[in-house]
């Protein structure tokens, strides 16, 4: 009962925040001419009802995001994810803590924990207030089948067009991530930047991204390196690690269009303690979203797919969004689900969900 | 002597006026190339924010959140951020 208050509570908050945002016009803090601060971030209240399960899931994500720069020449940024439901309780982790240098027009360089620059998905579209349903497609969560963020450097930024064509890239070099078992039993890549001592092997990887038309475009992401895995001595064997990925972006008349499709590959080990053989995650999903702006409302329709040694779902959502204004929205959405390798109807692979989400970015 | 400092000021104020007339028009032209990629990137990823909807230093960190994640040149941050500031 009391989280249905606190739902209730958080609900009339965030309806309140329609009428107060001038408060949120000017967050920032100068210090100097040079040095200053600001926040920004998002947050969201969701509530989740799946077959076969005995009770709903009910939680609030709260992210705020620090912004310091110094002139034009450096700008740091870190994302605090707090979460609690009522099935883990609370949980704070750091989404990404990274400073970049704009040493010229056509280069940053990017230090620090950052989101994966693999796809677009994980960097552009995760923040509620952005993704167009109340979740993320299959495989795109975290410890999916695309990497979440890495732990190194970067240089990244925009190409001079030709003939009005633009482009982006990211070159990185990063931390390995982790081949292990997660709580529940599953074989997991753990593709999240974090101190991990991996005898100097990691991987290297980039994106390029071209605009073929003004408001499209199409990116090409690979990777490669070494995966850690830490054996029942505490010793640590490595295998081989490739990540590719295309992914696409379009906005026209009204219509929003994205896909991506993502494949991490683990080579073999034959130390493993966990699994011998590696294998593939793989993932993809299309996505389309409508606004039909003189109601403020949003129908979205999204397919995906999540294949891993493991398991094979698939899931068909349709959703739709009223949207307060561009960054305040609230989200309907029911999702089909489909366990391609367990036909029973009581699975939790088979059980439909329906979901409800208020998201606020500011 | 006076023709000459006459001359000489008038020739200094012929070449100040357009100067100014030109970096007013590369202004404008800023501008416009900052509405047009204001109107075409932002909307890739994401429903695109009004200029009104934060003040023009609030506009500047989140422009530069911006050039990192959504691949833009120093330039293009800048002309987007003329086409805010100017749009208030």
């Known amino acids: 009962m009391k989280w249905n208050y606190l739902l209730l509570s958080l609900l009339c908050m965030g309806y309140s925040l329609l009428n107060a945002e001038p408060l949120f016009n000017d967050r920032s803090i100068e210090l100097s001419d040079k040095v200053g601060l600001q926040l920004s971030g998002y947050a969201a209240l969701d509530y989740q009802t799946q077959q076969n399960e005995k009770s709903p899931f009910v939680g609030a994500v709260f992210a705020p995001i620090l912004h310091a720069k110094y002139a034009n020449i450096f700008q740091f940024e870190g994302e605090l994810e707090i979460t609690k439901d009522n099935r883990v309780g609370t949980n704070t982790i750091v989404e990404y803590a990274a400073g970049t240098f704009f040493i010229n027009d056509y280069l940053g360089l990017q230090v620090g924990k950052f989101l994966s620059p693999v796809g677009q998905f994980v960097q552009n579209q995760h923040p509620s207030w952005i993704n167009k349903l109340p979740d993320a497609p299959l495989g795109f969560g975290h410890d999916g089948a695309a990497p979440s963020s890495v732990l190194g450097l970067a240089l990244r930024g925009g190409l001079a067009p030709i003939q009005n064509i633009r482009s982006n890239y990211t070159l990185f070099i990063a931390n390995a991530p982790v081949y292990e078992k997660a709580p529940d039993g599953d074989i997991i890549i753990n593709a999240e930047g974090r101190f991990t001592p991996s005898h100097g092997r990691g991987i290297i990887g980039g994106r390029y991204g071209i605009n073929l038309f003004n408001s499209m475009e199409i990116g090409a992401s690979l990777a490669s390196g070494k995966i850690t895995e830490t054996i029942n001595n505490g010793k640590l064997v490595f295998r081989d690690y490739k990540v590719v990925d295309f992914d696409l972006m379009y906005n026209i008349n009204s219509f929003d269009i994205k896909a991506e499709y993502v494949k991490q590959t683990i080579g073999t080990n034959n130390q493993s303690t966990l699994d011998l053989n590696g294998g593939i995650w793989r993932a993809y999903y299309g996505q389309i979203a409508y606004q039909v702006d003189h109601l403020h409302i949003e129908p979205v329709i999204r397919y995906g797919e999540y294949r891993n040694p493991e398991i094979n779902y698939s899931q068909l959502s349709l959703g739709c969004n009223y949207l307060f204004t561009s960054s305040i929205m609230a989200k309907l959405a029911y999702e089909f689900n489909h366990d391609k390798l367990n036909a029973s109807p009581q699975s939790i692979g088979n059980s439909n969900t329906f979901l409800m989400q208020l998201a606020i970015g500011f | 002597m006076i023709h000459i400092i006459i001359k000489n000021i008038l020739v200094l104020s012929v070449v100040f006026m357009s100067n100014t007339v030109l970096i ?61 500031k100017a749009s208030k």
């Open chain 2, 24 to 84: 007013a028009s590369q202004q404008e032209e800023n501008i416009a190339l900052g509405a047009k990629l204001w109107s075409s990137t932002c909307v890739r990823c994401h429903n695109a924010r009004m200029p009104q909807e934060l003040s023009n230093n609030a506009w500047e960190y989140s422009m530069n959140h911006m050039r990192v994640r959504a691949g833009l040149t120093g330039k293009e941050t800048k002309n987007i951020l003329s086409f805010i």
